[in-house]
């Protein structure tokens, strides 16, 4: 009747898939506790490590929650203990990891009525009321697991990435909040379409390179002409942090999802570590306080 979850990181984007390609973060997450209750509905007892809101309707892991058990539609409810360790606005899924988490969790609880597939959607409704923008980049590799493909939004059409084993990430995050929204406005509505031609090729390619294992070009696919002219300026010293993971043999690097966190992709464990120890002394010199992470794929 009490369930224990841990909630994922996760990158989104992966820079060359923008709202499409995500991944998820071993070694970093949120811990949730769900317990059965006699009355129905979704009540919020505990929240810990982030000033959240208690009211269901108005928290990302309730709202997701809600979705779900309006679908189940169960004769008895449940409590969420939220236990925060990921940062809100710092780019590595902070609330799609409340929202996957919630529907993981309930849906355990009830016997698994619904596959991790068709969790996406419920935990997609929380994720709007964090960014405004119904996307699943995040909470979908929060779910799977390893790298994961938002096929098609319309039907939601999600696909699990085959990956190589020796892919490490490291993540940046310096002190600052980006929302989402924010990081959104500073978009074009449009692109030309010579821009859609670079993204998708590099796409096509970082998706090939990762079913054939080949590393170098996943390395040469990470580029993203899209978003990442855009919002960089929203992360200060970004250039210099990027270049460093890339000169010290990343095999590629880019703004986590939308920010202010940078990641680089290596591989192997040694070379994810000499790319954390590079990109940590870039931005030693910039004076802004920041935390690393690495973490296997
Ligand atoms: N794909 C989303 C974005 C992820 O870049 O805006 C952030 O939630």
């Known amino acids: 009747n009490e369930i224990k979850?841990?909630?994922?990181?996760?990158?989104?984007?992966?820079?060359?898939?923008?709202?499409?390609m995500g991944l998820c973060l071993e070694g970093i997450g949120d811990e949730m506790i769900f317990r059965k209750v006699p009355e129905k509905g979704i009540r919020i007892t505990e929240i810990t490590g982030a000033d959240l809101p208690y009211?269901?309707?108005?928290?990302?892991?309730?709202?997701?929650?809600?979705?779900?058990i309006k679908s189940a539609n169960p004769d008895f409810g449940f409590e969420i203990e939220i236990h925060k360790k990921i940062?809100?606005?710092?780019?590595?899924g902070s609330s799609?990891?409340?929202?996957?988490?919630?529907?993981?969790?309930?849906?355990?609880?009830?016997?698994?009525?619904?596959s991790k597939h068709e969790l996406v959607a419920f935990a997609m409704k929380g994720e709007v009321i964090a960014s405004g923008s119904e996307h699943a980049d995040n909470v979908a590799p929060c779910l799977l697991g390893g790298f994961t493909l938002v096929r098609g939004y319309n039907p939601l059409d999600v696909i699990k990435i085959e990956s190589p084993s020796e892919i490490y990430a490291v993540v940046l995050h310096p002190h600052i909040e980006v929302k989402t929204a924010d990081s959104r406005a500073v978009l074009p509505s449009s692109i030309p379409l010579k821009t859609a031609i670079t993204q998708w090729g590099n796409l096509g390619g970082l998706i090939a390179g990762l079913y054939s294992k080949d590393y170098e070009l996943i390395g040469r696919s990470l580029q993203d002409v899209v978003a990442e002219p855009?919002?960089?300026?929203?992360?200060?010293?970004f250039d210099l942090v990027k270049n460093s993971a890339?000169?010290?043999?990343?095999?590629?690097?880019?703004?986590?999802?939308?920010?202010?966190?940078?990641?680089?992709?290596?591989?192997?464990?040694?070379?994810?570590?000499?790319?954390?120890y590079a990109m940590s002394s870039s931005y030693l010199d910039t004076g802004i306080p920041?935390?690393?992470?690495?973490?296997k794929v």
């Open 96 to 114: 799609s990891a409340s929202a996957a988490g919630a529907v993981y969790g309930i849906n355990e609880l009830l016997g698994r009525p619904f």
């Open 290 to 295: 920041f935390d690393i992470h690495l973490s």
């Open 5 to 20: 979850v841990f909630c994922p990181a996760t990158i989104a984007n992966l820079n060359c898939g923008f709202d499409v």
């Open 230 to 237: 855009f919002r960089k300026s929203l992360i200060p010293n």
């Open 55 to 68: 009211e269901t309707d108005k928290n990302v892991a309730g709202v997701a929650a809600l979705a779900l």
């Open 87 to 92: 940062k809100a606005g710092s780019g590595i």
């Open 246 to 276: 890339l000169d010290n043999g990343a095999l590629g690097a880019g703004i986590s999802g939308a920010g202010p966190s940078v990641f680089a992709l290596c591989k192997g464990q040694s070379s994810a570590e000499r790319v954390a």
